[in-house]
């Protein structure tokens, strides 16, 4: 979910938005099994630490 957040507001700011940005974002949440948002939130989350160790060293 962070992706599509971080890429609309990382779009509003490269055209020069001056205006408050708001994302919604909806989802089910549900104890029985991970939705695909929270999956998919934790391989970008995985994806990202392992982009920050490989920069960093």
Do not use: C, H, W
Request: proline letters at 2%; a positive charge; aromatic letters at 8%.
């Amino acid at each position: 979910m962070l992706l599509k957040g971080a890429k609309a507001t990382a779009r509003a700011y490269r055209i020069g938005q001056t205006r408050t940005v708001t994302l919604d974002y909806s989802g089910v949440v549900s104890d029985a099994f991970p939705s695909f948002d929270v999956r998919l939130d934790a391989l970008l989350q995985r994806r990202r630490a392992l982009a920050a160790e490989m920069l960093n060293g």
